[in-house]
Structure formats: C-alpha cells, structure tokens
C-alpha cells in the first residue's frame, strides 16, 4: 500500500475522508470503532437540538455523508488496491447516524445513552451479519455497494431499534 502523504492532494483528501481522519486504520474491528465514534458524534446533536429538528439533522447528516462517501470510496478503493478495503469506514458513519435517526426523536431526548447504545449495538450486529436485503446490497459494484449495505443495515437496525425501544 502506498504512503498515503506521496497521494495527491485530492486523493489524500478522498482517503482521509474515507477513513474518517484515520479511524478505518484502527485495529481490531476498524467498523465498530467507527460506529462509536458515529454514536459519540451524533451525541450533541441529540441532547442540544429540538426534537422537532433532530431527525431532520441527522438525516440531512446521513445524506451528507453518503455523498462524500461514493465520492470518496473509489480513491480509498484504488489507494488500498481493494473493491472493499477494510480501512474505509465513512460507510458505518453513515449506517449508524441512519439507526439513530430512526430512533423516534422524543426516544432519543428521554433516553439518549440508551437509544445510541442501542443503535450502535444493533447496527453493528447487522453490518457483521449482512442478512437479506443487506448482503445483497454488498454486492452492487464499488461505491455504490461499499456504502448500501452500510444504509440497509442501518434502516433494518433503526427500525428495530424505534420498535424496541418504543
């Protein structure tokens, strides 16, 4: 694997953005550090913005993050010479802001700890597990697959989640 700092500027930037700064390098279990850091992240969120607002956000958030990660993924993908390098983890940042985001907002306002633990835990028993749909979406082709399992899997563990916890 090539030194990332000899990478262009841009692809640099790509894999930085794909590693999220680093985490996806994390050992062991480099998608469930990233899960963590996503449920820490989401965390101010959660307890400093109206519940009439916090889905809106999050999504918005989730949308935002899959954009950088199709951008993303195929620098990380080529930098890695991998079709789905372990190191790239935007995926589970944008799978476990979808669970959380699904958790009904007065949820999360009245059980934050609880919902994002929750979250995170179930999201990251399905991104391992992969059941269908999710397995099916991991094997679109690049990009497009490297971040729709993630998105599956989120949605899956989200409703679960708004169910368990409702």
Do not use: Y
Not at 96 to 115: D, F, Q
């Amino acid at each position: 694997m090539p030194d990332a700092a000899a990478l262009p500027r841009s692809q640099r930037l790509a894999v930085g953005c794909a590693t999220v700064c680093g985490i996806g390098r994390l050992r062991p279990g480099p998608g469930t550090w990233a899960s963590i850091v996503a449920g820490l992240s989401a965390w101010p969120a959660i307890v400093l913005l109206p519940t009439t607002m916090l889905t809106v956000v999050l999504l918005v958030a989730v949308a935002a993050v899959t954009l950088v990660g199709w951008w993303s993924a195929p620098a990380a993908m080529r930098h890695f010479a991998s079709g789905d390098p372990g190191p790239v983890v935007i995926d589970e940042v944008a799978g476990t802001w979808l669970t959380i985001a699904l958790v009904p907002a007065s949820t999360l306002a009245s059980a934050p700890l609880t919902s994002v633990l929750l979250a995170v835990l179930l999201f990251r028993v399905f991104d391992i597990a992969k059941p269908w749909p999710v397995g099916w979406f991991e094997r679109l082709p690049g990009a497009v697959g490297i971040m729709a399992d993630d998105l599956a899997a989120g949605a899956i563990a989200g409703i679960l989640a708004a169910a368990i916890l409702h």
